[in-house]
């Protein structure tokens, strides 16, 4: 199934949508009041998963913001769900899309909240790393220390899907520790499969 633009946001009351920017006073964040291109980018993440075929699934979106790719899931047929951190802009668009959300910042080696599992698909495209207390540049930190965050991050969401899930990851980050793919054998091998290519790292669970 091809899903358009106004497939998508068929029903969202696009004027307020588009005001978010200016309401919230947001600075590089009101990008995502274009609906037109970050709800093109959803709908094709979507199909590049394959959501756009098969039985419905259960899926979270890590770093939701706006919530296009989960609402792009529902309307293919799929139990969704987001996750981000408390943003009054974002929980505005959100509930302007219908979109469910788990407000919660994610910071380094804190689980998850516990209802956030059971899913087939966890979804994770352009979030950076875990939030470190008193760190506001990462560069700061040493390099071991961010791969062990982000060790027990990944662990964390592998931890919380199903059966053969999958977790599908587009890096936002460029750090060279997070494109070697000898350190992600070493540390997720025995759990799951990994497909690699540049940015984009698919764990499935074995
Ligand atoms: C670059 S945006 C990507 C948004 C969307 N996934 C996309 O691909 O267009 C990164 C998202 O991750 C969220 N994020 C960053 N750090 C976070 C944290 N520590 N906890 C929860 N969410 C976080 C941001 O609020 C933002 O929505």
């Not at 969202?12 to 990008?31: F, I, M, N, S, Y």
């Not at 936002?172 to 759990?191: D, I, K, P, V, Y």
């Amino acid at each position: 199934m091809r899903m358009t633009i106004e497939q998508l946001m068929d029903g969202v009351d696009l004027k307020r949508l588009q005001l978010l920017g200016r309401l919230h006073d947001a600075g590089d964040e009101r990008k995502f009041c274009d609906y037109r291109q970050h709800g093109g980018d959803a709908i094709n993440r979507a199909k590049h998963l394959g959501l756009d075929q098969g039985p419905s699934v259960q899926v979270l979106d890590i770093g939701c913001a706006f919530g296009y790719f989960v609402r792009a899931c529902k309307l293919l047929g799929h139990d969704a769900e987001g996750l981000d951190r408390p943003n009054p802009m974002y929980a505005e668009a959100c509930s302007l899309m219908s979109v469910p959300v788990h407000v919660y910042y994610i910071a380094a080696g804190e689980p998850l909240p516990s209802e956030v599992s059971n899913y087939d698909l966890i979804n994770m495209e352009g979030f950076g790393l875990p939030g470190r207390e008193g760190v506001t540049h990462l560069d700061d930190v040493p390099a071991e220390a961010l791969w062990s965050d982000w060790v027990f991050f990944v662990t964390d969401l592998l931890d919380r899907l199903n059966s053969k899930g999958r977790l599908a990851i587009t890096l936002n980050a460029g750090r060279a520790w997070q494109n070697n793919l000898a350190e992600w054998r070493a540390a997720f091998a025995s759990r799951a499969e990994i497909d690699y290519s540049i940015n984009r790292i698919y764990l499935t669970i074995r």
